[in-house]
């Protein structure tokens, strides 16, 4: 039996079942390179305030740095009896150097040890998050470029609305992807403080120096209260909130993908890259790939509830509840990453049929607000517009026939107003580069956003590399 480094007040050993219930070490290991990060800043701010020597300090820095090369190459084994990542590692660096090892836990918890392990790795995560947002901008915007002058049906209630520029409709993801970016970022700001020095909930009594501490390991704010401190996770909700957004329109994307590629909608076809087939079905092409995408945004919804149930009635300060915080943070983190990866790769190998897309734009009376504004143009007040413009689609769903088909006497017998220039309206092309408003769909308003967008991705890739 392995005793434990905290067993001087216990008589009996841990009970096997219990060692292997309560471990997280085979969770937590994957922090072995944060844990060893906020080690080796913490024993060096000890020797810089004289707590320990900088002969030790220099000793345990070294053999920590061993440390993180054997587990780096395999070396190094996990068993539940070691806890956790951090008894894990302490327990080998003792085993090295004997007790100047034991010298390195002074002046701090292992509460304040795994706040600092998990602002660290969120760190890490939160900056991929955004980079990989990145490349699904990049891909939108290429897409966008690439197909400028392709116009499909927009949509609402899933019924055929008005004419837009398929470029347009992959901008309103841009724009989406962009406001995930933006809470990523936002989230940095409150994870992106100390907590080491806080000890278990009240503070230490050796002379430590925090801002020593957050100087050297890149943190710009240090904690204002340690009780708050030891036992804050509002910043792997707030992640795991930013996550699911971010899940959420990937999936409406997904949902999107998985319709346009149908027989029934015909718009794309998938890449064979990201499609598989059907056991029984030879003809089959299934987009796999969108439907996990769409199906994985329900695991990171789940972690959100867990974090927000884990932690909704907990007393001040920690409590060991608060060690099943870190695999849905985890699982979201991995998930996302993996996620937007891989719709940056599928993206630019979409084939879009362009006479579907502008067939189905035509269908479906999508010009018929167009008409309306003609009217307004004409003198009518919009109600009285909207009314004839009504029964001249009515008209039309009788005979068969879209408006563009109509001839200009029967336009005429529903108004007198209208003349042969209606027809410049019932045009795809113009249709949609009238509707230049800020934020529509017209040509010259999407060259814009395409420049802007192009402008800010190189900013923001600038600002990612430092």
């Known amino acids: 039996m392995v005793e434990k480094l905290w067993q001087g007040r216990f008589e009996q050993p841990t009970n096997k079942q219990v060692e292997e219930y309560t471990a997280s070490i085979h969770f937590d290991s994957r922090l072995y390179k944060y844990d060893i990060q ?19 300090a220099a000793l345990i820095v070294e053999t920590l740095g061993e440390i993180q090369r054997e587990i780096e190459r395999g ?10 990542i951090h008894m894990a590692v302490e327990r080998q660096l003792m085993q090295k150097i004997g007790e100047v090892g034991g010298k390195l836990h002074t002046g701090r918890s292992r509460n304040d040890q795994i706040c600092l392990d998990m602002r660290l790795y ?34 609402t ?16 993801y841009y724009e989406m992807f962009e406001r995930d970016d933006q809470r990523f970022r936002d989230c940095l700001a409150r994870t992106d403080v100390l907590p080491l020095g806080s000890a278990a909930l009240a503070g230490t009594t050796f002379p430590i120096d925090m801002e020593w501490t957050a100087r050297y390991l890149g943190f710009p704010a240090v904690v204002k209260n340690s009780m708050d401190a030891v036992s804050d996770r509002d910043h792997l909700i707030e992640f795991n909130s930013a996550a699911a957004i971010t899940m959420m329109h990937v999936s409406r994307m997904a949902e999107e993908l998985i319709l346009w590629s149908s027989s029934e909608f015909a718009f794309i076809e998938i890449s064979d890259a990201f499609c598989t087939g059907s056991s029984i079905m030879p003809q089959k092409k ?36 608060l060690q099943e915080d870190k695999e849905p943070v985890f ?63 009515q008209h039309c769903v009788q ?51 395409l420049f802007n967008a192009r402008k800010d991705l190189e900013q923001k890739r600038s600002q990612l590399a430092g």
Not at 38 to 56: F, P, V
Not at 361 to 380: K, M, P, Q
Not at 429 to 442: E, L, M
């Open 399 to 449: 005979l068969g026939k879209e408006l563009e088909e109509c001839t200009l006497e029967e336009l005429k017998g529903f108004h007198k107003v209208i003349d042969k220039d209606v027809f410049t309206f019932l045009e795809l092309k113009s249709a949609v580069d009238r509707r230049d408003s800020k934020g529509g769909t017209a040509s010259s308003r999407l060259s814009a956003a």
């Open 38 to 56: 906020g080690s080796i800043a913490h024993c060096k701010m000890l020797a810089e305030r004289q707590i320990i020597t900088h002969d030790e």
């Open 122 to 155: 969120l760190r890490d995560v939160l900056k991929q998050c955004r980079m990989a947002l990145c490349e699904v901008q990049q891909a939108l915007v290429d897409l966008a470029e690439k197909h400028q002058e392709y116009i499909m049906p927009g949509y």
């Open 286 to 321: 299934n987009p796999d790939v969108p439907e996990l995408m769409r199906g994985k945004t329900a695991r990171v919804y789940g972690n959100l509830m867990t974090l927000l149930t884990l932690t909704k009635a907990l007393p001040l300060t920690y409590n060991r509840d």
């Open 157 to 172: 209630h899933l019924q055929h609305a008005q004419p837009v520029l398929l470029s347009h409709h992959f901008m309103a």
């Open 331 to 393: 699982d979201s983190a991995d998930t996302v990453i993996s996620t937007l990866k891989i719709l940056g790769k599928l993206l630019p190998e979409i084939r879009f049929h362009r006479e579907r897309l502008e067939h189905m734009a035509r269908e479906g009376f999508t010009l018929a607000t167009d008409l309306a504004d003609y009217l307004v143009r004409r003198g009518l007040p919009f109600r009285k517009a909207h009314h004839v413009v009504g029964q001249i689609v």
């Open 75 to 84: 070396q190094l084994r996990f068993d539940p009896s070691q806890e956790d």
